[in-house]
């Protein structure tokens, strides 16, 4: 990212909101259940901020999934936030055993640290590292805005971009590193689905942090306090939209059928 540590602090908290808003529609997105300071101090990352989410995603899975899904069902997402440290977990209720743990650490560097996660040595011959570039790496078309495509866009406000050849070589730079793990032990699909929610997890992190470059004019400058209530107000938002159309679909699902 063509950013420091200590202003993506604010970047990421405002690209998680407005992301979330915008994938909420028609009953899918985010909704935000639980967000507050995390009950207890960790030991050696300090103060951070859990958040609780439910994720409402059923018509967007690809048929193959949706064949053995409810209709009506949601992945739970919850978050510790001890910036520059995080820690994010998903699990889905029906489906016990599924788990998918990502560890994040942002540095200022383009991606020079070998192992700032501290995988075990016994575990990293199974690791497969795979960086993404926010500028060069192909998006999904559907999810194509040319005001968001780092190789054109340019902020007003800092001078920064657009992103060209070797962008990584100037400053300021920072990386975000994740360790991302899945597990699906069900015989038979465990490989196709971890694979395909690797996939996913991919294509998530590479739009939104070209999202988080290209929206910097909008939150460059604002404090934790203003950050904090624009996010607020856009879960609100994304909120009501996921459960005012659930709320419908229910309704319409429960008219009695009519019969000639």
Request: net charge negative.
């Amino acid at each position: 990212m063509p950013l420091t540590v200590e202003e993506y602090k604010i970047g990421q908290l405002y690209m998680i909101a407005r992301h979330s808003l915008e994938q909420s529609d028609a009953g899918n997105g985010v909704e935000v259940v639980e967000n507050k300071e995390c009950e207890c101090e960790d030991p050696e990352h300090g103060k951070g901020q859990y958040t609780e989410k439910r994720i409402h995603l059923s018509s967007r899975l690809p048929y193959w999934i949706q064949a053995f899904c409810p209709k009506v069902f949601y992945i739970v997402e919850r978050g510790w936030n001890y910036y520059p440290f995080t820690i994010t977990e998903y699990t889905c209720s029906f489906i016990p055993k599924l788990h998918i743990t990502i560890l994040t650490k942002f540095e200022d560097n383009a991606g020079t640290s070998e192992n700032c996660l501290n995988v075990p040595e016994d575990k990293l011959s199974e690791r497969t590292v795979d960086s993404v570039d926010i500028a060069f790496d192909e998006l999904n078309p559907k999810h194509y805005k040319k005001e968001e495509d780092p190789k054109f866009f340019k902020s007003k406000i800092t001078g920064r971009g657009p992103l060209v050849e070797g962008w990584m070589h100037d400053t300021p730079i920072m990386c975000s590193y994740k360790l991302v793990q899945v597990s699906f032990e069900v015989w038979g699909l465990q490989t196709k689905v971890e694979d395909f929610i690797q996939r996913c997890v991919r294509d998530v992190l590479l739009l939104g942090h070209r999202q988080a470059f290209a929206w910097i004019d909008e939150w460059h400058g604002m404090t934790i306090k203003d950050v904090r209530d624009y996010e607020h107000r856009k879960q609100l938002e994304a909120n009501d939209k996921v459960l005012t159309a659930a709320q419908e679909q229910q309704a319409e699902e429960s008219k009695p059928a009519c019969v000639d």
